[in-house]
């Protein structure tokens, strides 16, 4: 029976595609994305489930809508019972390994993975639970400008403490695979926290944009028409309490591209490490993204929408000895990972719970495949549920708040113009409402939000007072079994820890 290929996930948050050569981008200094682009196969029109960190990992990771778990916002519990491809994996043979960003809320810390080699960089508690009968109260803990006017060069800071201790231990973890005697196939997903904001990074990433000519965003907040729910998001984040100037603008854009440049090079080296190791030709390698980032297009920063900027991903299989190079202009989302996950492991199809998504398989073979992606946003800015349809050319949005958006994204890919009540389009945007509707109550999931919010919001405060236990998850270590210990003759120690072998 021939060897289950090993699996290896990469994972940037809050990473755009437009800001990637592969995806079009002439100043983007990104050559080891550019290798996986150039040997695998690229996916044009890849989105998230949800354009908020926790809602899309959950649905990435179980293959399901936001509301069919209860993934409503970045504080909402991942209930342990639902599976994810780390479960179905881990009961395959597979050795499942997380090392990074999962932003993971609630006691289970794991959700299937076998192993988790660092904390997470965000907490595992309720506090971070939106109230959407507070709607005018900004919470202080939420996105500000204030990324965006400080944006510049850093000596460090704590997304780079946390990114390269994720790519230590990966590394590391792919030269313990490779030292193993008898070594499982392995699923590992890397997940780093850049090129998430704020916007700063070290002088030589900020250095690689010197004298580049980084262009202003494509549509500026005066020509954008205004949108209910994009007013909410610049009241949430305080979009309007100051005024960036051209120079901090281009700061922050300036200081996202070093970012990525940053991310391409921890890729680089985990990618040398798998060359290093003799794994490689036996690894298919998945880049992509948690959700996008609108970099001051429409005068909006970081995602929570559904415009193309915030809502669009990255999607790359790397793979060229079993799926030859193409591009994919197909719409596919997060939540067909977990059945493409499968099939690339020949496993039988999901059993456990119902899947929105489906295998991305015959897109990589060049056998047709699906053309659908629907979304959900539960969380900042809303007050009532969002959803969002993109099929063909088009994508709808619906919120019973908010009038009905439709945009034809072949003739308008900056979406200004709003099809929506243009009766040639009628029966169009009737028959996505009906599609919605048909498959979620839409009052029975908003008054599932508000209650959960309730409920967090209460436990919360109550877990604060008196002895505080965290479920913030701290990876064991044992000082026993590491390095040189006389509980093995020496010589056997140093054989077992040499690679290759002597």
């Not at 498959?439 to 209460?458: C, D, E, G, W, Y």
Request: aromatic share 10%.
């Amino acid at each position: 029976m021939p060897r289950k290929p090993n699996l290896l996930l990469l994972m940037a948050d809050q990473l755009n595609p437009r800001a990637l050569r592969p995806y079009g981008n002439p100043i983007a200094h990104t050559p080891h994305i550019d290798a996986l682009a150039a040997g695998g196969v690229v996916f044009d029109a890849a989105y998230c489930a949800s354009p908020l960190c926790a809602p899309s990992r959950y649905s990435f990771m179980a293959g399901q809508l936001p509301s069919a778990i209860g993934a409503y916002d970045n504080a909402a519990e991942f209930a342990a019972d639902v599976p994810t491809f780390a479960h179905y994996l881990r009961r395959a043979g597979y050795h499942t390994v997380l090392s990074g960003k999962m932003h993971f809320c609630g006691p289970d810390a794991l959700h299937g993975f076998e192993e988790r080699l660092t904390p997470d960089i965000y907490p595992a508690d309720f506090g971070w639970t939106p109230d959407w009968t507070r709607f005018e109260h900004r919470p202080s803990w939420y996105h500000s400008l204030d990324s965006v006017l400080k944006a510049g060069p850093c000596v460090r800071s704590n997304q780079l403490d946390y990114d390269e201790e994720v790519v230590f231990t990966s590394r590391r973890k792919l030269y313990d695979v490779a030292r193993a005697a008898e070594p499982r196939p392995f699923c590992m997903v890397v997940s780093l926290t850049h090129p998430h904001d704020p916007y700063n990074i070290t002088r030589p990433y900020w250095d690689l944009y010197a004298n580049v000519d980084i262009p202003p965003p494509r549509v500026g907040a005066e020509l954008a028409p205004p949108d209910p729910h994009s007013r909410r998001l610049r009241h949430v984040c305080g979009l309007d309490l100051d005024q960036p100037t051209p120079e901090q603008v281009y700061n922050a854009r300036r200081a996202y591209y070093g970012a990525v440049s940053f991310v391409d090079a921890q890729i680089g080296a985990l990618l040398a490490t798998l060359e290093e190791t003799r794994l490689a030709d036996d690894t298919i390698v998945l880049l992509l993204g948690d959700h996008g980032e609108m970099l001051g297009e429409r005068g909006l920063w970081y995602k929570m929408s559904f415009f193309e900027d915030a809502s669009r991903i990255p999607l790359i299989v790397h793979a060229p000895r079993r799926f030859a190079p193409r591009r994919v202009a197909a719409a596919v989302s997060l939540v067909d990972i977990l059945p493409t996950l499968l099939d690339l492991a020949g496993e039988p199809p999901a059993q456990a719970a119902p899947l929105a998504g489906a295998s991305l398989l015959p897109h990589l073979t060049g056998d047709g495949g699906h053309d659908r992606v629907d979304g959900e946003y539960l969380a900042e800015g809303a007050i009532a549920p969002m959803f969002m349809i993109r099929e063909g050319r088009y994508k709808f949005v619906h919120c019973p708040a908010d009038p009905d958006q439709l945009y034809d994204l072949l003739a308008d890919p900056e979406e200004l113009r709003n099809l929506a009540t243009a009766p040639e389009h009628a029966a169009r945007c009737a028959e996505y409402r009906r599609q919605i509707e048909a498959r979620v109550s839409i009052p029975t999931l908003h008054a599932q939000v508000l209650a959960s919010q309730r409920r967090r919001h209460f436990v919360y405060e109550s877990l604060r007072q008196g002895r505080r236990t965290a479920w913030d998850y701290t990876p064991p270590r044992d000082g026993a079994e590491e390095y040189i210990r006389n509980h093995l003759d020496l010589e056997v120690m140093e054989a077992m820890a040499r690679f290759p072998r002597g």
